[in-house]
Structure formats: structure tokens, C-alpha cells
């Protein structure tokens, strides 16, 4: 049974560039995807963006929300990415 929801959280990689963050949320998404949690099966879809100078805290997580609700709207379990 899928029931649509989840946890949200955000992951900070002070020392990644966008491409390196797209990079490590793939690998974040594949490790949940093949972990068996007790015969459970659990997925997780990830929105990844890239801080800007001069930008808000704000505005960084409203633009990876925005990538993590494409990601859940084109069919979970992936990752996308805004800049």
C-alpha cells in the first residue's frame, strides 16, 4: 500500500557544487531503494538545488521543494534538480 506521504528533510553539503549534490542524492535514493528494512520496501524522491550569493535561507527551500514535487509528481522514487 502506498499511501503518499513521508518525512521531509533537508541535507546541507556545505563543500558541493549542484552537479555533486544531483550525485549524492542518487546515491542517497539507490541505497533506500536496495536496503531491506525488514521485508519492507521503501523509496524516497529528492529535490536538489544549489545555494546562491546573497540569497535566502527562504528561497533555497522553496526552490528544492519545488524540485522534490516534480520529482514526486513525474513518479517518485527519483531525483530532480533546480537551479
Known sequence: MEDGGGEEFIL???EADFKDGIKKAEDLRKL????????IKLTVSVGV????KGESIEDVVKRADKALYKAKN???NQVRGIK
Open 49 to 52: 538545488t544549489e545555494f546562491k
Open 12 to 14: 546541507v553539503l556545505p
Open 74 to 76: 513525474l513518479g517518485r
Open 32 to 39: 533506500v531503494e536496495n536496503f531491506n528494512f525488514n521485508g
